[in-house]
Nanobody, 123 residues
Framework: QVQLVESGGGLVQTGGSLRLSCAASGRTFSSYAMGWFRQAPGKEREFVAAISQSGASASAADSVKGRFTISRDNAKNTVYLQMNSLKSEDTAIYYC????????????????WGQGTQVTVSS
């Protein structure tokens, strides 16, 4: 069982930056691949980025590639999402998720989810 708590969301202007954090409970954090997903109003949840258990491999959606970076610190049981050059279309609730398999863009591969943190980008 893993409990996830996101933080770091907020209101930022276009072109600004935010860093999201997701703190995990338990001593098995390093055995889970971690992902970030987002859901905008009226839209389906979509993949943002994912990172392998060791942190050696990562993947990002084309829409955020070059602007967002996922990383993790297994000693701190925390995964991060550094978001730069934010655009209005990045406005959404951002969720972190933990999965026992490798990196996946499929939300169904992740068994545990946080409650989400709101990111609002104003123009």
């Amino acid at each position: 069982q893993v409990q996830l708590v996101e933080s770091g969301g907020g209101l930022v202007q276009t072109g600004g930056s935010l860093r999201l954090s997701c703190a995990a409970s338990g001593r098995t954090f390093s055995s889970y691949a971690m992902g970030w997903f987002r859901q905008a109003p009226g839209k389906e949840r979509e993949f943002v980025a994912a990172i392998s258990q060791s942190g050696a491999s990562a993947s990002a959606a084309d829409s955020v590639k070059g602007r967002f970076t996922i990383s993790r610190d297994n000693a701190k049981n925390t995964v991060y999402l550094q978001m730069n050059s934010l655009k209005s279309e990045d406005t959404a609730i951002y969720y972190c998720a933990a999965g026992a398999y490798g990196i996946s863009r499929d939300a169904a591969a992740y068994a545990y989810w946080g409650q989400g943190t709101q990111v609002t980008v104003s123009s």
